[in-house]
């Protein structure tokens, strides 16, 4: 299955070639990659065109603002869904998510899975070089989002994901209005609720080691109002 890995950048100069080569590695024959820019200051997007002139497999879509994570996955997804994509990964491009793993979450969606998830806290799964802040606020938000949804899901704020395209043509994309976090415990919990079967796979999450988080206290506390918001609007 053509697979397209999306990958949202907003200031990641320092990171985006050396994920583009190390995907180049792991990508099959016909496998693309999308790198979605918000008009990044620090010339990630210029980069990203340089890139996409040097390899057949990469394509950018530049977008003029900064709109978060959620804007930016939803036009991406439009765009690889028009493109023919079979399988559509989200991952981020500060190397939390390791492209290695790339293969593991195509071959679970091809083995069957409507949506893959890399997870951190099932068995085989983990954290490298978290402080305790922020590893209590991301266990903190597994448990609080289990309380409200329910979705037997062990690690539903990730965003090392695969979708089959049936999925994502089944939601309704442009309802799906988070911005951070929220956005990626959204998109599972509609997939879920359609009925499509999602499955955990163990990744080891690194903190990132060059540029900027881009995760704020806006962020923490959007999903903090939106994930009861789900489960009352169903
Ligand atoms: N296009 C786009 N990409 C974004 C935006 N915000 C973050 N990103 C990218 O999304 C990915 C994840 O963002 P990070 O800054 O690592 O945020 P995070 O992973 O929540 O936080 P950390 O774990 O602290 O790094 C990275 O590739 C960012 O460059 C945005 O508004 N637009
Ligand atoms: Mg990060």
């Keep these: 299955m053509r697979a397209t890995v999306c990958l949202p950048t907003y200031n990641e100069r320092e990171n985006l070639p050396r994920m583009i080569e190390e995907l180049s590695r792991v990508l099959r024959d016909g496998d693309r990659v999308l790198v979605i820019d918000d008009g990044s200051p620090d010339g990630t997007g ?8 040097e ?3 990469v394509d950018v879509l530049h977008r003029p603002d900064k709109e978060g994570l959620g804007r930016a996955y939803i036009a991406g997804f439009h765009r690889v869904l028009a493109d023919g994509a079979e399988l559509v990964l989200e991952m981020d491009c500060d190397f ?3 492209p290695a793993d790339v293969r593991r979450l195509i071959e679970a969606a091809e083995a069957g899975a409507d949506l893959v998830l890399g997870s951190r806290y099932v068995p085989g799964g983990g954290t490298r070089n978290w402080g305790l802040a922020r590893r209590l606020i991301s266990r903190g938000g597994s448990l609080y989002t289990a309380l409200f949804l329910h979705m037997g899901v ?3 704020t990730g965003g090392f994901k695969c979708f089959r395209r049936r999925v994502l043509e089944t ?3 442009d309802a799906i209005t988070p911005r951070g976090y929220a956005f990626q415990i959204e998109t599972t919990y509609r997939v879920k609720r359609a009925g499509f079967h999602v499955t955990e796979i163990p990744i080891t999450f690194a903190d990132r080691e060059v540029g900027q988080s881009k995760m704020s206290r806006a962020v923490v506390l ?3 109002w939106r994930v009861p918001l789900l489960r009352l609007r169903g």
């Design 46 to 53: 210029e980069i990203a065109d340089r890139l996409a002139e």
């Design 55 to 57: 390899h057949a497999f």
């Design 96 to 98: 939390s998510h390791d």
């Design 154 to 156: 062990k690690d539903p």
């Design 171 to 173: 939601l309704d994309l």
């Design 222 to 224: 959007e999903a903090v």
